[in-house]
């Protein structure tokens, strides 16, 4: 078999196997420092973005009152949320890559050499678990496949701290060794002279790459096919893609998944209300109504956590119109209520600055046509810089605070 081949020329020339780590440079075969250096490098930085990222995430979705999401810039979401997924996906084949390289280390004997060693040895289970566990998360997570049994966001937010912990004290603990191999160069001979191995040190790096490169050619074009519209046709591996869907676009969450079809064919149940504490003058309206107000347009991205992303002329009313209506104040937050009942994005709320943003609207439209059912018809919410789970669908009142 190729691997076996591969690991004996790599086995061949191991260094003794009670050498601690980071001692003697074992400089033959995959298994060698340098490779595990320049593999660890780009896992490190997928990593280190994936985790700003999807603190940014967080912070969306979970905001906290002293720092406040921006309106602008408006398509902010869609590219941290594009690049997290993008990194993450990227840095699978690097992680299995750096798995092959290290591995001889692993089951290295004796177990243990020193007190160092031991914490050294100890720190790989959060980082490999970790890491392990969170592309794998990660991606059953863009499948909606949840074939765990806890929550996907929680769990996958409390291990990226594991992780990015368990990173930098790995990054600390290896530097030296880390500067060294580098330092020294690429060996003369990128295969050991003598040894038939299937891949060079070079190749072998090369293939982690370009297999990093396939996937991020077979899937980016969730998010960037619409500028990029040759990443579509390459866009083969992702669930969702631009152009698919009603009215040329994905739904997540169909309204038959979400209990509201009836809305398809009979509004004469609804009724579109503003109230709350910080609306002085309630208001009910029905949907014609809310039809014959002032609409405005604007160009904005529906930027789903998942990572696809795409943008759309939407029409429809200003919540900040709304607002003003109800006479409530400058400092106002609005929580978005759906027709929908269970299901754990059927509200979303709007801080100040996204309650009065221009851009921030009830669309009646999407590119001139009536939304279509599962878009959110007749009235959903659109907002800048906004994960396309706070986009709330099938609006029926808003909440003033
Ligand atoms: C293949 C790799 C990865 C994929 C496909 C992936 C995918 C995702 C997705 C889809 C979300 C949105 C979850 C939601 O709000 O419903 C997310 C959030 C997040 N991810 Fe990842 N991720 C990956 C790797 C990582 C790594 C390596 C880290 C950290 C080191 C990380 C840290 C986070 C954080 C902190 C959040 C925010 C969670 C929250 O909102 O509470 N992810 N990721
Ligand atoms: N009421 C309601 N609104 C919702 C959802 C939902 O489940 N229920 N899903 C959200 C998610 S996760 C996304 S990505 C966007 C997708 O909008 P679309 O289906 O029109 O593309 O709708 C959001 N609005
Ligand atoms: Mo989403």
Request: charged fraction near 15%; include cysteine.
């Amino acid at each position: 078999m190729w691997y076996r081949r591969i690991d004996a020329a790599a086995r061949r020339r191991l260094p003794s196997p009670d050498a601690p780590l980071g001692a003697p440079p074992a400089r033959s075969g995959l298994h060698d420092e340098r490779v595990a250096a320049i593999l660890g490098i780009g896992l490190g930085v997928c990593f280190i973005v994936c985790f700003l990222t999807g603190m940014y995430s967080h912070l969306e979705q979970h905001p906290e009152s002293w720092l406040p999401i921006p309106t602008v810039p408006a398509g902010l979401y869609r590219v941290t949320q594009g690049v997290h997924v993008a990194t993450g996906i990227a840095s699978i084949p690097l992680l299995f890559a750096k798995l092959w390289t290290v591995w001889p280390r692993f089951v290295a004997w004796p177990v243990v050499t020193s007190a160092a060693h031991a914490v050294e040895r100890i720190s790989l289970v959060p980082l490999v678990g970790g890491a392990l566990f969170q592309v794998i998360t990660g991606v059953s997570n863009l499948f909606h496949w949840y074939w765990f049994p806890f929550f996907f966001t929680t769990t996958h937010y409390d291990t990226a701290f594991v992780v990015i912990g368990a990173l930098l004290a790995h990054l600390l603990a290896k530097w030296t060794v880390t500067r060294t191999a580098l330092r020294r160069g690429a060996p003369k001979l990128s295969r050991p002279a003598g040894e038939p191995g299937l891949l060079t040190r070079r190749g072998f790096l090369w293939t982690a790459g370009a297999a990093s490169a396939v996937l991020t050619v077979g899937t980016v074009g969730e998010t960037l096919g619409q500028p990029i519209p040759a990443l579509q046709a390459t866009d083969l591996l992702s669930p969702r893609r631009p152009g698919t869907g009603p009215q040329g676009f994905p739904v997540n969450n169909p309204a038959s998944e979400a209990g509201v079809t009836h809305l398809a064919h009979d509004l004469s149940g609804y009724l579109f209300r503003v109230e709350g504490p910080g609306a002085p003058r309630p208001l009910m309206m029905t949907i014609d109504e809310v039809r014959a107000l002032p609409r405005h347009r604007t160009d904005l991205p529906i930027s789903c956590v998942e990572g696809w992303s795409v943008s759309r002329l939407w029409e429809g009313v200003r919540v900040a119109d709304v607002l003003a209506m109800v006479g409530a104040g400058p400092h106002a937050t609005v929580t978005v209520e759906s027709v929908e009942q269970r299901g754990p994005y059927n509200l979303s709320t709007l801080n100040a600055a996204q309650a009065h943003a221009d851009d921030t609207l009830l669309a009646l439209l999407v590119n001139g046509e009536e939304l279509a059912i599962d878009h959110g018809y007749p009235l959903r919410l659109i907002a800048p810089d906004r994960p396309g789970v706070l986009q709330t669908k099938w609006v029926q009142r808003l909440v003033v605070t």
